[in-house]
């Protein structure tokens, strides 16, 4: 797992329990802070607006809100963010990875290697069958899903939502 060199004292997998829905409620960081990783990736401070599954793709609102990222978040250009480190429940605060390598993200079943991604009617996940889905620029599998649907290696590279 990659280290934040910047702010001091961040942790990729560290969670802080929300009280409410406030984004201004028991942050260790400002929302929307942005660290640098020791890998050369980004990651951003979020609080989370629903559960979110470790690895899970996630679209990150205006005001650093994050959930598991769907179609109409992608239409709507959220900002798209990875949670490969730990899990979030609803109304924590933590750290997303906006860019970087060797982490990995949810795909479902037979998700091709080194192809165009698009958002999917799975909460959470992208697929590289395009049928009725957004494409998600910046952002490709290492490896093929052997047809399980689980988390894989990915690279991103400033990923965003790109409407047809």
């Known amino acids: 797992m990659a280290e934040v060199l910047s702010p001091i004292g961040a942790k990729l997998d560290e969670r802080v329990t929300g009280t409410g829905t406030s984004s201004n409620e028991g942050n260790q960081f400002k929302v929307g802070q942005k660290a640098i990783l020791d890998d050369g990736g980004e990651a951003v401070y979020v609080h989370a607006s629903a559960a979110i599954v470790a690895s899970d793709v996630v679209g990150i609102d205006e005001n650093f809100e994050a959930a598991p990222i769907t179609k109409a978040m992608a239409d709507d250009g959220f900002m798209v963010g990875f949670s490969p480190d730990a899990a979030f429940s609803d109304n924590d605060f933590g750290w997303v990875r906006t860019h970087g390598t ?29 049928s009725s889905q957004t494409k998600i620029d910046g952002v490709v599998i290492v490896t093929a899903d052997g047809g399980s649907g689980s988390a894989i290696e990915c690279i991103a590279t400033h990923p965003k939502s790109t409407t047809f």
């Open 102 to 130: 060797n982490f990995t993200i949810n795909v479902l079943a037979s998700c091709a290697a080194d192809a165009v991604l698009y958002s999917t009617g799975t909460a959470g996940k992208l697929d590289d069958a395009s």
